[in-house]
Nanobody, 122 residues
């Protein structure tokens, strides 16, 4: 079992920045690829970013490429999502997820956090 707790969400104006954190406990964090997903009201869950267990491979969704940066600190059992140049359409609940396999598909992630709300005002 892996327990995940997101933090860092909030209200920000368009063009601003936020950094989300996801703290993991339970199994060995460094074995797991980590993903970030988001879900806006009335919309399907959307892939945001993923980072491999070592941090050596990273992939972003098209809508955030160039604005968001995912990173991890295996010594702190934490993954981060730095979000810059935020837009109102980035408003959503953001979730981190963990799986032994590096991938972009939400259904393949075994463990999920409870989510943190990000609201971007225009």
């Amino acid at each position: 079992q892996v327990q995940l707790v997101e933090s860092g969400g909030g209200l920000v104006q368009a063009g601003g920045s936020l950094r989300l954190s996801c703290a993991a406990s339970g199994q060995t964090f460094s074995r797991y690829a980590m993903g970030w997903f988001r879900q806006a009201p009335g919309k399907e869950r959307e892939f945001v970013a993923t980072i491999s267990a070592s941090g050596g491979s990273i992939y972003y969704g098209d809508s955030v490429e160039g604005r968001f940066t995912v990173s991890r600190d295996n010594a702190k059992n934490t993954v981060y999502l730095q979000m810059n140049s935020l837009k109102p359409e980035d408003t959503a609940v953001y979730y981190c997820a963990a799986d032994l396999k590096y991938n972009i598909y939400d259904l393949q992630y075994a463990y999920w956090g409870q989510g943190t709300q990000v609201t971007v005002s225009s």
